[in-house]
């Protein structure tokens, strides 16, 4: 759908007394859901609003240390500064672009793709205080904050202090790419955009062939993955616990591998989800990807996937 840019301020008024679920991150870093109202803006067509305000001295901490846990060797401390990072979003972009080296060597690398995580394209600005709001139309709207409070559960809080917010929505759908090199397991996972509640079934459909080996078809596999061990070279056809060449998911940055395959659902999780193919340290042949398909219900959209 093309997305037109609208100023913040032409967003309807809520109703008094109505109200919408949501999902809150406070500049503190505090998360907060609960039923929400506000007379700056009406939720119910709004799927995510993010602040573009400079960031407060913790939030400029954690960006300093996380930009440098990503350029790490430490994958556990890399991924968890990735999934922070995205969670402050737009105040990140400019030392973010200061971050990068200019190289040839920019795909597969958690720095690089963290951009787009962050700000899609075609929501883009010169202005980069500019916050984004996404509504459920599909339209991207860059201009300022609301202004006066939103209050969650009966508490109130000033716009200004709201980093992030999320509507809940009923049903959230989802067609998106999983690269097998890009989104390989020993790499990093392709973020859904979608964050789960416990209440949450995500149902998922996957197509197509990935090579873990370019010319060698035994290493070829749909997404339930690989059958038989690959080569005689291989006793298992087990990676981790899952077939090589399986599409898989987790929740969260250090959550369990799920099996996910042809078709599969994750439920009874809250929180973040994430898709992979399912490889060993022997990545760099890979090619080819899944088109998954998914249906995310009582979930938070919160951006594209990337």
């Known amino acids: ?3 037109r840019f609208l100023p913040l301020l032409l967003l309807p008024v809520l109703l008094p007394g109505a109200s919408d679920w949501v999902r809150v991150r406070t500049t503190d870093g505090t998360i907060v859901e609960g039923a929400a109202q506000t007379r700056s803006v009406k939720l119910a ?7 573009g305000a400079p960031a407060t001295d913790a939030e400029a901490a954690r960006i300093t240390a996380g930009l440098a846990a990503i350029q790490g060797t430490d994958r556990a401390a890399r991924d968890k500064a990735v999934d922070e990072l995205t969670a402050i979003g737009l ?3 400019t030392p973010l672009l200061k971050a990068y080296k200019d ?3 920019h795909e597969p690398r958690p720095l690089y793709r963290l951009f787009e995580r962050i700000m899609p394209s075609y ?3 010169f202005d980069r ?3 984004l709001t ?5 339209e991207a709207v860059r201009g300022p904050m609301p202004t006066g409070s939103i209050e969650v559960n009966g508490v109130s809080m000033d716009w200004s202090k709201v980093r992030s917010l999320a509507v809940r929505q009923k049903s959230v759908k989802r067609t998106m790419e999983v690269h097998s090199l890009k989104h390989s397991t020993q790499i990093e996972y392709l973020d859904t955009g979608v964050v789960l509640t416990s209440a949450s079934k995500a149902t998922l459909a996957a197509k197509g062939l990935v090579r873990l080996s370019w010319e060698t078809d035994s290493w070829a596999s749909d997404a339930n993955g690989l059958k038989v061990p690959g080569s005689p070279a291989y006793k298992s056809n087990l990676v981790d616990g899952q077939p090589f060449g399986a599409l898989v998911a987790r929740v969260e940055p250090a959550g369990e591998m799920l099996f996910v395959g042809k078709s599969g659902a994750v439920s009874g999780k809250a929180g973040r989800l994430r898709l992979a193919v399912n490889d060993n340290a022997h990545w760099q042949n890979n090619l080819g990807t899944f088109s998954v398909t998914m249906t995310a219900t009582d979930a938070y959209d919160m951006g594209d996937a990337q």
Do not use: F, H
């Open 1 to 3: 759908m093309v997305r």
């Open 45 to 51: 067509q709004v799927l995510s609003i993010s602040n």
């Open 134 to 138: 996404r509504m459920a139309s599909g």
């Open 129 to 131: 205080t500019k916050s």
């Open 91 to 93: 105040p990140v972009m």
């Open 103 to 105: 190289t040839d060597q």
């Open 123 to 125: 929501a883009d600005d």
